[in-house]
């Protein structure tokens, strides 16, 4: 057990999280390789194709209704949509749940993202998500740039900065 000192000593040295600090790791994308494909529809019914996204920064969010940090971080998806428009699509693949599950998450919360359901976790795989949220950040030309393992504040400055790499923000 850690006396005092070396707790204190363990978080200025950056050794323990501090409580609500962003806790996420950001990667390039595999230089080269494209995007593999999304489940086709959301939970309405809507067609999601991502060639039909060019010319705006697309965000594929993969998440669970029982994900902490998932659910922290989905009213700042639903935020950035809102300010956004048409600039930034953001997509939420459902990863590996039932529609009814995801469904009343949905009505509770008042989400309004398209949510793409992966129930058998087949787009999970092929986009090699590990853990959970993860969001990919897509270009204007529609190549994968960015990942993004756990939650961020995507209306904080961190975000802004990726968006602005990915040519998303007002001139």
């Known amino acids: ?12 040295a950056g050794g323990l999280p501090l409580a609500g600090q ?8 595999p230089a080269g390789t494209p995007a593999p494909a999304l489940p086709p529809t959301d939970i309405q019914g809507g067609e999601h194709h991502l060639a039909a996204l060019r010319g705006r ?62 129930p058998r976790g087949e787009a999970t795989r ?7 949220p993860t969001t990919i950040l897509i270009d204007t030309s529609g190549q994968p740039r960015q990942v993004v393992t756990g939650a961020v504040d995507w209306t904080g400055q961190d975000a802004a900065r990726w968006i602005d790499a990915l040519g998303g923000r007002r001139a």
């Open 22 to 29: 962003a806790q996420f790791r950001l990667q390039r994308w």
């Open 57 to 118: 920064v697309v965000l594929v969010n993969f998440w669970a209704t029982w994900c902490g940090p998932c659910k922290e971080e989905m009213p700042t998806l639903q935020t950035l949509a809102e300010l956004e428009g048409e600039r930034i699509a953001v997509l939420a693949v459902n990863s590996r749940e039932r529609p009814a599950t995801v469904r009343r998450y949905l009505a509770a919360t008042q989400l309004k993202l398209p949510v793409l359901l992966d």
């Open 126 to 132: 092929a986009w090699q998500i590990e853990a959970f």
């Open 1 to 12: 057990m850690l006396d005092r000192r070396a707790l204190l000593a363990a978080l200025l």
